[in-house]
Nanobody, 115 residues
């Protein structure tokens, strides 16, 4: 059973930065595709970025050049470095693990960007 725990959310002014972390338990982290998703009030959950076990990354268009996803397999941890934050980045950010038919979600961490 995989457990994911996010941390690092908070309140930041527009233009600021935050780094989110996702700590994973279990033995499949290093071979799984990991991702960050977000859900703003009244909106559907959307993909922010993904990173494969080999380190290939993919980003949602609006965060390209501002957000960087990374992982440390030795620490079973994934990160999302967010810079040049905008009020429209305000959302609950969720960590996701995907390995074949297995998927797991964290509980989410709130990111609020004030204008």
């Amino acid at each position: 059973q995989v457990r994911l725990v996010e941390s690092g959310g908070g309140l930041v002014q527009a233009g600021g930065s935050l780094r989110l972390s996702c700590a994973a338990s279990g033995s499949i982290f290093s071979i799984a595709t990991m991702g960050w998703y977000r859900q703003a009030p009244g909106k559907s959950r959307e993909l922010v970025a993904t990173i494969t076990s080999g380190g290939s990354t993919n980003y949602e268009t609006s965060v390209k050049g501002r957000f960087t996803i990374s992982r440390d397999n030795a620490k079973n941890t994934m990160y999302l470095q967010m810079s040049s934050l905008k009020p429209e980045d305000t959302a609950v950010y969720y960590c996701n693990l995907q390995y074949y038919s297995s998927t797991a979600w964290g509980q989410g961490t709130q990111v609020t960007v004030s204008s």
